[in-house]
């Protein structure tokens, strides 16, 4: 299919609804980098996203950013915000609302254990094009003059294997097979090792069901800077610094 | 079937700071979040709540794309990205996605990335995607559509439906289906970027 015969879809496919044969259309366009199709889809997201702003506003209630914030370990939730005098008053129905509010908020727990279940699974069975992705932005990385790429895990006996790919102006690709699973709630985190200083975050990700992964930390990288990367396995919210011993360590 | 979009965006998006936002974020600044919750929150609560009419879900889903925002936000490039539309996007998916487990409609063929989670695919945007004028432009365009184009429009943005789809709810052909989406993306997109142009 032409460029002109996909332009109307291009809002569509952004929003994951493309019909065939279409959707596979757009994806081959932008596989081979076509920039008319790369342009359309980009302002098909703009455009997206501001038809989505135009939905009817609503205010969310004030616990919802203490439930974020302990999310990611930053506050203590609070499910109270009464006066200890008036939930001394209270105390009987406290009592009873407690044991409710636990019931409510283990439902609510479980079901956001499912829903993100889904979401893993689903995301396993339809990764192909980020893959694809990630395995083109690879490509770029290795055609430019000033990439160098460093392999790991080839002395341990099954440790896990791959390769660092580094380019100054463009980021950091990790490309790694043989990870060992993680339990529930937990991720791989990415490390860049400086010369001085501690390990700096760079980027989450999981691995595929056989073990391999693929990483991408866009954006320039002081070479002189940069020791090496490293990956540990951390909390599903990530951590600050390494909190288990790594996994990978490859020095540059 | 009378769906109504009553386009009332009373929140100020503030969006000229996400550059230093995202690098609060990067660099795991708790405090960051709070302030993107500040920031996009209450947007993000509007799409979500819109799309599965639940308060108690629509709570646990934006606490989820909250959360994605903030595991994935090492690849979000603070110089270029768009960090509302990214947040948007990232909210609506996850709504959409729960939408469809419910009705037993599960996704087929479509990637995150096409659908915009991965943070790389929103670089290169104009980084003020949420702004009030764009928004108010956008709604007067979007009250220029018909009765039918606004539902087609309601039906892929907020219920996450497909063409083929649609045409089955709405018991239409799908030839006279996709002649509504198409003419009413068509008045959208021309409607900023003619006043792009200006």
Redesign the interface.
């Known amino acids: 299919m032409t460029c002109e015969q996909l332009r109307?879809s291009y809002?569509?496919?952004?929003?994951?609804?493309?019909?065939?044969p279409e959707?596979?259309a757009i994806?081959e366009h932008l596989g081979d980098r076509c920039p008319v199709c790369s342009d359309g889809v980009?302002?098909a997201?703009?455009?997206?996203?501001?038809?989505?702003?135009?939905?009817?506003?609503?205010?969310?209630?004030a616990?919802?950013?203490r439930?974020?914030?302990a999310?990611?370990?930053?506050?203590p939730e609070r499910q109270w915000g009464w006066s200890w005098v008036w939930a001394a008053a209270a105390a009987a129905f406290a009592i009873v609302a407690f044991v409710y509010m636990g019931q409510v908020r283990e439902t609510?727990r479980q079901?956001?254990y499912a829903?993100?279940e889904?979401?893993r699974t689903?995301?396993e069975l339809?990764?192909?094009?980020?893959d694809r992705?990630r395995l083109e932005q690879a490509i770029q990385l290795l055609e430019q003059p000033d990439t160098e790429q460093v392999s790991f895990g080839g002395a341990a006996a099954q440790p896990p294997r791959g390769r660092v790919i580094l380019n100054p102006r463009r980021g950091v690709l990790l490309i790694a097979a043989n990870l060992p699973p993680v339990a529930a709630g937990r991720?791989y985190e990415m490390w860049l090792l400086p010369k001085t200083g501690g390990p700096r975050?760079?980027?989450?990700f999981q691995s595929a069901a056989t073990g391999t992964a693929i990483h991408?930390?866009?954006?320039a990288v002081d070479r002189s800077q940069i020791a090496g990367v490293a990956v540990s396995v951390e909390p599903?919210?990530?951590?600050?610094s390494p909190t288990t011993t790594p996994i990978i360590v490859a020095k540059l | 079937m009378s769906i109504l979009l009553l386009p009332i965006l009373t929140v100020i998006v503030r969006s000229g700071d996400d550059g230093d936002l995202v690098r609060r974020l990067q660099e795991r600044d708790a405090s960051a979040m709070g302030d993107l919750y500040d920031r996009y929150g209450r947007i993000a609560y509007s799409v979500v709540l819109r799309v599965v009419r639940n308060q108690a879900v629509a709570e646990d889903l934006v606490q989820e794309a909250f959360l994605r925002i903030w595991t994935r936000i090492h690849g979000f490039d603070a110089e270029k990205g768009s960090l509302g539309g990214w947040v948007l996007t990232v909210a609506r998916n996850r709504a959409v996605d729960y939408l469809r487990s419910l009705e037993g409609r599960e996704r087929e063929r479509t990637t995150e990335l096409a659908r915009g989670d991965e943070p790389a695919v929103f670089a290169d945007f104009e980084k003020d995607l949420l702004n009030t004028d764009r928004v108010r432009l956008l709604r007067g365009a979007f009250e220029k559509l018909n009765t039918n184009q606004r539902t087609v429009i309601e039906l892929a943005y907020f219920e996450g439906l497909s063409q083929t789809e649609m045409a089955d709810k709405l018991k239409q052909p799908l030839g006279t289906v996709k002649t509504w989406v198409r003419s009413a993306l068509q008045t959208l997109r021309q409607e900023l970027v003619g006043a792009a142009a200006v």
Do not use: C, K, W
């Open positions: 109307d809002e569509l496919y952004a929003l994951g609804l493309a019909d065939e959707q596979t994806l980009n302002h997201r703009a455009l997206n996203a501001s038809v989505l702003a135009l939905a009817p506003d609503a205010a969310p209630p616990r919802l950013r439930r974020i914030m999310g990611i370990g930053a506050e609510n079901l956001a829903r993100s889904l979401g689903a995301s339809t990764n192909t094009a980020a992705s991720t975050p760079a980027g989450l991408f930390l866009p954006g599903a919210t990530g951590s600050l």
